[in-house]
Structures are given as C-alpha cells and as structure tokens.
C-alpha cells in the first residue's frame, strides 16, 4: 500500500539554525498538509498545500516557516530560524481530494537545543 | 477554544472487552475522521463518517456521529492488546479552499492482555 514518507526521522538543531524538513506523499496525490505536535498536545494544523500553492496557513505558520513543492515528488517544510518552542513532532499528509482521508507519514522528531 | 475535546482522557480496558471513546467538537463540519497513534509513530487512518451520516462500521469499529449534539462515539469491539494505542477524532471543514483536520485531545487506550 501506498504510504507518506518523511526524512530525517530525527533532527537535532541549534537554536537559529535553519531545519529542513522533508516528505514524499502518495504518488497521485494533490492536497498536502504540514502538522506538528508538540509533546504530549494535541496534533496542530500548520499549513495547507494545493496546486502548488499554499491554500491555509494556521496562526502557527509565521514567517520563519516556508513550504514547497521542488519537484513533482518531495514536499517540504523550512524553519529559517529554529526556537526552542519549534521541538515538536512534525508530520507530513496528503490526501487525493479534499472529501477523502488524509495519510500520515511517521513524522519528524525535531529537537531544537 | 478547542474544537475537540474526547473522553475519556484515558482508558484501560481487558482484552475481549469493548472500548468506547467519545468526541465532541463545536463548529459545523464536513466529515469527522478517527485515527490512531501508536507511541511515537503517525497517524492511521481509521474511519471516516459524513455530516450526513449517523452510523458508519468497519471491522471491529463502529463510529456514531450526533450533529445536533456535535458528538461522535469510536466504538472498538472484542478489543485485543494490539489495539493499545492513542485514538484522536478529527473534523474536517471545506467551506474554503482546504480541508484541514482540527484534531481532538486524544483517548490513551491500554488493553491488557
């Protein structure tokens, strides 16, 4: 079955550093979606991505946060500056239309020090 | 204001026995989802019921949806160890160009063996 691949599954940053974050969605795909969840909270709403263009983007998703589509097959999601308050599991999904269910990758581990 | 709230927080159950967690949200939706998180890992998809629908099973999961209450109910039957897992609700609104999940707080289901 087809599945959301993200990479690294671990990532260790210094604070201010820039973090890219990486995803693979399902192959025919178009509607992705970036999530995060900090420890022990509930999962987060970040952004929103469809043709090939950011379709909503939460309170969380200021200006250190970037997303895009490079090629047709990666996704990704850019911290310019990392904070502390950045740590977090990040997840990537993607669904093939909005009605339909939305598939998780295994996330990010991001750790900012 | 949360949108998803589920009860119990927590819940520990024998194996054999059924589970039931609850749902309950305030803003109109398209669809409500149910998912499950085991430790550290992402989020699969369980079940998806439509505003327009009350009842909705598959498998061993029997979902319930209540508008008029905004509520929803999981419903795991013969439960086994496997299913141990944290069990989240998510609404979806497409009023506008996205469908982005707002998810619940989470049920933590312990089924021992």
């Known amino acids: 079955e087809p599945e959301v691949t993200q990479t690294p599954s671990h990532q260790v940053t210094q604070m201010g550093q820039e973090v890219i974050l990486r995803c693979v969605p399902i192959?025919?795909?178009?509607?992705f979606y970036w999530y995060r969840q900090i420890l022990g909270q509930k999962v987060e709403f970040l952004v929103s991505?469809?043709?090939?263009?950011?379709?909503?983007k939460s309170e969380i998703f200021d200006d250190q946060f970037s997303v895009e589509r490079p090629d047709g097959s990666n996704f990704t999601l850019k911290i310019r500056s990392t904070k502390l308050e950045d740590s977090a599991m990040y997840f990537c999904?993607?669904?093939?239309?909005?009605?339909?269910?939305?598939?998780f990758g295994d996330g990010t581990r991001l750790s900012i020090l | 204001s949360q949108q998803g709230e589920e009860d119990p927080q927590a819940l520990s159950i024998q194996e054999g026995e059924n589970a039931t967690m609850n749902c309950s949200y305030k803003?109109?939706?398209?669809?409500l989802q149910w998912y499950r998180q085991n430790s550290g890992r992402g989020l699969v998809h369980l079940i998806l019921?439509?505003?327009?629908?009350r009842e909705k099973h598959s498998g061993r999961l029997r979902v319930t949806l209540d508008t008029s209450k905004k509520s929803s109910s999981l419903l795991i039957t013969a439960s086994r160890a496997a299913d141990t897992a944290s069990y989240f609700c998510?609404?979806?609104?497409?009023?506008?160009?996205?469908?982005?999940?707002?998810f619940g707080t989470g049920t933590l289901l312990a089924v021992q063996p």
């Open positions: 999904a993607s669904s093939d239309s909005g009605a339909r269910p939305q598939h």
């Open positions: 192959s025919n795909h178009l509607y």
């Open positions: 991505f469809y043709n090939n263009e950011i379709s909503e």
């Open positions: 803003t109109s939706i398209n669809n």
């Open positions: 019921i439509r505003s327009n629908e």
């Open positions: 998510a609404t979806a609104y497409y009023g506008g160009a996205t469908n982005k999940l707002i």
